[in-house]
Structures are given as C-alpha cells and as structure tokens.
C-alpha cells in the first residue's frame, strides 16, 4: 500500500493534479489557500486586489512584528473596496478553492489548515474527497486520525481554535496507527522556522497523545522551513511532510 500525503498547498494546483501519481491515495493536510506568497508577493489573494507593493508592505511590518501597523494597513485597503470585503473575500477564496479540488487526484482524505475556511469547503468537494476532523477511518488496514485547524495566534488566520477545541479533537481520535494533524506536535525543533526565524504554535495535545498512545507515525505540515523536519517520541516517526507549494512533491508513505 502507498499514500501520498501532502500539506500546504497554498494555491498549487498544478503539482497537486500529479500528486497521487503512482499511489493508492492522497491526503492532504490543509492549507490549501494562498492570501500572500511570502517569497513572491505578487502571488495570492491579497496581491491579486491591491497589488505587489501593498502585498511587500504588509509582509514587512508582520515580519518585523508591527502587528498593529500591519492590520491598520489592511483594514484601510479592505475599506477602499467597492462592496462588501466579505464578499470580495469569499469570492476570491472560491475562485482558489475551485482550481484546487478539481485538480486534487482521489480518492483523497483531508482535514483543514489554519489557512483554510471550513464551511465553503462543501461547495467544491468531488466525489471521492472525505474531509475528516477528529475522526478516524481506515486505509489499507491501518487506522488513520484526523485534526484540523491551528491554534490561536497573533496572525489571526481563519480556522485558529482555543487549545481546549483542539484537545478534544485529539482527544475523540484516540489511538490509530498514523495520526494526521495539521500542525506539529510541540516540540521545539520541529517548530521553528528557519527563513522566517520564528517558532509556531504546535500542539501539546497531540505530543501528549504521541506519548500515551504511541502511532507508528504522526504526519503534519505548518512549519514551511523547519529547523528539524522529523524526530522520534518512543516509537512514533514524527514527520513534517514539507511545503507542498515549495516542493511540489508529496511525502510517500508505504506499508
């Protein structure tokens, strides 16, 4: 058996159309969204409505941590919209969300990135594609555990949910073989990021869970350039399976 599994894909349709190419299925970890490309400002949503030089300017405050700043600029160019920002949003995001599920290969299994706006996900999902979130299926003989969503930061992206929402997520999985979360558990190496010279949140539930229930393999994304890209807790092999808009190639696991 082999699964190709894949996480933020931030708008790469294209290599996501190949990425269950020789494989039994795909998973997918979320962040299928791009708002800002932070190596090419001129890609995303954000650039697409105010252009490049606002897309620069607002990726220089946040990385220099003017959050402030960052969403005053924001909040002016949302305001200048002709119409509702909302809706200027959401549209947009469907555009995105319409490219990305008609190239993803099936059968696929998903859950939701940080980056990602769950309730619109119904409206373009294929037959074949099964979202999950803190449910379990099987695949292959193995059980699979799904969590979706990030955790609350100062970025304030659109599936951020309290570390209590989230532990009972990880909590209703319980034990599987592969546990398949969006964000890393939280261990240090595996959070810091080494071009943006910042460490993510990652989730404590989940080491928790590694520690007590012990899956062969926890796979997760969110870190785009980690300092460590895997590590061991007892048995389990804790894997981020890369940045998938980076890449553009999936991380394969057989059994």
């Not at 549209?91 to 990305?100: L, T, W």
């Not at 955790?151 to 309290?162: A, C, H, N």
């Not at 979360?181 to 869970?209: K, M, N, Q, W």
Request: aromatic share 10%; proline share 5%; with cysteine.
């Amino acid at each position: 058996m082999r699964i190709h599994v894949v996480s933020d894909v931030h708008g790469r349709a294209d290599a996501l159309a190949r990425a269950g190419d020789g494989a039994d299925a795909l998973i997918c970890l979320g962040d299928l969204l791009l708002f800002i490309d932070y190596a090419d400002h001129s890609q995303g949503i954000f650039p697409d409505l105010f252009g490049a030089e606002k897309a620069s300017e607002l990726v220089g405050l946040r990385s220099a941590g003017r959050f402030g700043e960052a969403r005053e600029l924001s909040a002016g160019l949302w305001a200048s919209l002709d119409g509702d920002p909302r809706d200027v949003i959401e549209a947009a995001v469907r555009r995105q969300y319409e490219q990305i599920f008609s190239a993803m290969p099936t059968p696929a299994y998903l859950t939701y990135g940080n980056v990602d706006m769950p309730r619109l996900w119904a409206d373009h999902l294929r037959p074949g594609q099964r979202v999950l979130d803190g449910e379990v299926v099987e695949i292959g003989g193995l059980t699979f555990g799904f969590v979706g969503g990030g955790l609350r930061t100062k970025y304030r992206t659109p599936y951020e949910i309290d570390d209590e929402e989230y532990a009972r997520k990880v909590e209703a999985v319980g034990e599987v073989d592969v546990l398949c979360c969006h964000i890393p558990p939280a261990i240090p190496d595996l959070l810091y990021d080494v071009v943006a010279r910042r460490f993510e949140r990652g989730s404590e539930a989940t080491l928790e869970a590694i520690r007590r229930t012990q899956p062969r393999f926890a796979l997760f994304g969110h870190v785009h350039q980690p300092l460590v890209s895997r590590t061991r807790v007892g048995r389990t092999e804790c894997v981020n399976v890369g940045h998938f808009r980076g890449r553009g190639t999936p991380f394969a696991l057989e059994w």
